[in-house]
């Protein structure tokens, strides 16, 4: 099982936050969140997607929000004290994250982001996050994940 964990688990134990591995199958392409929700027959509003932006100063934001939802940007923009924001092309996630698309995770991105969760996230007793790589999850409490990430909890969703 060692050899099976993420960089993001490792984190996770270093800091002695409790979480659950969750593995699913995968083939080439890049899996959704949503599908992600239905392989692992769970809600796809406990199962949580990383976003990455950069905002009009130029910086760049983390925002996680359910699987199923769409990122408001106005929102998104008014939560990080933006004028506004935009996505991040897929060509950058890897050299702005360390991860890559469809298995980018708000935990051990190469530099630390300003990062925002949903705030439905705490209806869950737990939620679950990208294990930082294709066909792995992490489940855990999301204020466990606001304290990974130093993050915020915010109305982000459209």
């Given at each position: 099982?060692?050899?099976?964990k993420?960089?993001v688990m ?11 591995p969750?593995g ?13 929700a239905?392989?692992?027959g ?5 199962v949580?997607k990383?976003l990455?932006?950069r905002g009009?100063s130029g910086?760049?934001c ?10 408001d940007l106005?929102?998104a923009a008014r ?5 506004h924001?935009e996505?991040i092309h897929v060509?950058?996630?890897n050299?702005v994250?360390?991860y890559?698309?469809?298995?980018c995770?708000p935990?051990?991105?190469?530099k630390a982001?300003?990062t925002?969760v949903?705030?439905?996230?705490q ?7 990208s294990a930082?790589?294709?066909g792995?999850?992490v ?10 990430c ?7 969703t459209v």
């Amino acid at each position: 099982m060692a050899e099976d964990k993420t960089n993001v688990m490792r984190l996770l134990e270093q800091a002695d936050i409790p979480y659950v591995p969750h593995g699913y199958a995968h083939g080439k392409e890049h899996v959704d969140g949503v599908t992600v929700a239905s392989i692992l027959g769970l809600d796809p509003q406990r199962v949580f997607k990383t976003l990455v932006t950069r905002g009009a100063s130029g910086g760049f934001c983390v925002f996680v929000i359910p699987a199923d939802g769409t990122l408001d940007l106005k929102k998104a923009a008014r939560a990080a004290g933006e004028k506004h924001v935009e996505m991040i092309h897929v060509n950058e996630i890897n050299k702005v994250t360390g991860y890559v698309r469809g298995g980018c995770s708000p935990v051990g991105m190469k530099k630390a982001y300003p990062t925002f969760v949903e705030e439905t996230a705490q209806l869950w007793d737990t939620i679950l996050v990208s294990a930082g790589r294709i066909g792995a999850q992490v489940e855990l409490a999301s204020d466990d994940l606001l304290t990974m990430c130093s993050g915020t909890y915010a109305d982000l969703t459209v």
